[in-house]
Structures are given as structure tokens and as C-alpha cells.
């Protein structure tokens, strides 16, 4: 069984900084990308940003600039580094993976999500 556990979620001013991390454990045989996805009230899930396995990134438009994810392979760990961050950055965030279970099973995990406020 693979699990995702998020921390570091929590309340912090506006331009404030916060860093999020999401360990993976369990039966994995591989972890090919790692990202971060939130959901604000009302609205839709969506995605933070994204990394592979090689380190390559993507963001979504609107963290661009502010936001930075990283990993740490050696211990099944993804970040996300938020600076500057803004009211309209409040979201439960969700940790995300795409996990091999062997060579030719993979499966979609996601975190149980943390909690980020930003107050104005």
C-alpha cells in the first residue's frame, strides 16, 4: 500500500512564505511525477505544478514566478517553496504522484491535503 502525507500547511500574511512537503511510502518500485494541485472553496481542483522524474517542471500561469517545486528522489519527497504569496493562493493543497508499483503497473495517489491561508 502507497501512501502520500502532506505537511507544513498553515496560516501566514500576504508576501509571506510558506513550504510545503509530501513523502510517499509504501510499496514503490518507481516514482515518475510529482506534483501539486489545489482547491479553493467553490471552485475546482487544479494544478499547482508538476515535476518528473528528471527534474523537469511546469507551472500553472497564475504561481509562476512565486512558486518552486523540488524533490528528493533518495527519500520519495516532493516541495513546494510558496513566496509571495496572495489571499487568492488560500487552498487546501493536494500532493499528487504517479507511482510504478512494479514494470508495468502504475497508479495515480494523492495526498490527503493541507490546509494553506492567506490572509490579506
Known amino acids: 500500500q502507497v501512501q502520500l502525507v502532506e505537511s507544513g500547511g498553515g496560516l501566514v500574511q500576504a508576501g509571506g512564505s510558506l513550504r510545503l512537503s509530501c513523502a510517499a511510502s509504501?510499496?514503490?518500485?518507481?516514482?515518475?511525477?510529482m506534483g501539486w494541485y489545489r482547491q479553493a472553496p467553490m471552485k475546482q481542483r487544479e494544478l499547482v505544478g508538476v515535476i518528473t522524474s528528471a527534474g523537469g517542471t511546469n507551472y500553472a500561469d497564475s504561481v509562476k514566478g512565486r512558486f518552486a517545486i523540488s524533490r528528493d528522489n533518495a527519500k520519495n519527497t516532493v516541495f513546494l517553496q510558496m513566496n509571495s504569496l496572495k489571499p487568492e493562493d488560500t487552498a487546501v493543497y493536494y500532493c499528487n504522484a504517479e507511482i510504478a508499483l512494479n514494470y508495468v503497473t502504475k497508479r495515480d495517489y494523492w495526498g490527503q491535503g493541507t490546509q494553506v491561508t492567506v490572509s490579506s
Open positions: 509504501g510499496s514503490i518500485f518507481r516514482i515518475n511525477s
